[in-house]
């Protein structure tokens, strides 16, 4: 949940750096590639700059003491477990001492499996290693929990994520309509009785040649980010107290009923927070993810 936190933190700059970036009014072309080059382009190429970063980061990092010790180098897991220790305590103590690292039974089998699938060079030996590391997922007793997550997952990335790719636009409608009453199925789409009257070339060169969003677009995605933040921290704080359970049903009722009622009220701004409640499904992503850590066995995960 503390990885979710720093994520959520991470979110909120980013509508204030697309306010910066996206809502220019420059382009230019590369001739050899044929493309116009605009501002959202440029949005993409800073988002993905820290992911850059942060992949450059991990290679001076060591690899995980788990995975070094299933291969079978105890010396270096152990090193690692030391310089992680040290790391945490900011040298402040004494040196960790670790004389010898313990299998446990699921350890030994996971070891054994790599063991075998190394007896076999190339394609085969990396479809045998998934096979035997995906398969239980799909056998009992298993194969129903592993159904509900997958289930649980993708109704919450559906919602949450597929979502999220129209919630920009049809904020930018509703602002750009300036209606008292509407729904938001009219603000994105054209009355039949009104599409007679618009001249459809106009529209799109208009929509072609508009690159600025409405800044009551970015000032929502803040919030929702904000939401996200926060939400993210108490759900960390809690989630030991209550539990997994009692979250992810008041989240998912919650969200549900929001978006049931975002599509008959047609107060604009109302629509606007109900979508917003709607969008905070991905809060489960995490909690389903944390309740599967102790759905399956250490070998399997």
Known sequence: MGASFVFGIG??????????????????????????????????????????????????????PKFVFMQGKKDEAIETIQWMHKLNTSGKEAKLQIVSIIDETEAQQTKARRKEAGATKGFVALMKLMWNQTAPLFMTPYLNKTAIVCVLQFGIYLTSNGMYMFFPYIVNRIAEIKMDRTTACNAVRFIPEELAAVNVTEVLECDAQSQKLDISTYEHSFILELMYALGFAVIGLVINAVGKLPILVFVFVSCGVSGILMVYIDVPALVIWLYLILLTCGFCISVVNAATIDLFPTNLR
């Open 11 to 64: 979110c909120l700059m980013l509508p204030a750096i697309a306010y910066f970036v996206i809502n220019q009014e420059w382009e230019f072309t590369i001739p050899l590639v044929g493309m116009v080059y605009r501002p959202w382009r440029l949005f993409l190429v800073v988002c993905g700059m820290p992911s850059l970063v942060c992949g450059l980061a991990l290679l001076r990092f060591p690899e995980s």
